[in-house]
């Protein structure tokens, strides 16, 4: 999608720190992590977010589930993790391309809110 930050990452028109690629995801690390390990995972096709999710396009999001327990094992996040997506304005979504905040590396605030 035009004018879309993920999906020109996901072009390779904006450089990322990829760990994680196939065919329908990608994973690359936060640019301004706020934990020692702070990956982002993606579907490379656009969605906007969580909630234009529906019974047409949400095989990737257990797919992402599936990358996520792949990545926690190879960040050696033995001691658990946490799985964030952000939702529009009020859930603090900064780029309109659903997305998933894999954190760990250390014990995690445990505020939701
Ligand atoms: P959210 O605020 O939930 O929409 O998350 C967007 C995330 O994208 C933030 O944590 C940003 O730090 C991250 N971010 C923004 N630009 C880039 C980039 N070029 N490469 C990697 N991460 C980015
Ligand atoms: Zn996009």
Do not use: W
Request: charge should be negative.
């Amino acid at each position: 999608m035009d004018n879309c930050l993920f999906c020109k990452i996901i072009a390779g028109e904006i450089p990322s720190s990829k760990v994680y690629e196939d065919d329908e995801i990608l994973a690359f690390k936060d640019i301004n992590p706020m934990a020692p390990v702070h990956i982002l995972i993606i579907p490379k096709v656009h969605i906007d977010g969580a909630d234009k999710l529906n019974e047409n396009n949400t095989d990737v999001v257990s797919k992402i589930f599936a990358v996520a327990a792949k990545l926690a094992e190879e960040f050696k996040l033995e001691n658990g993790f946490r799985i964030v997506t952000n939702v529009g304005c009020d859930g603090g979504q900064t780029v309109r391309h659903l997305h998933f905040h894999l954190l760990g590396g250390k014990k995690l605030n445990t505020e939701l809110c």
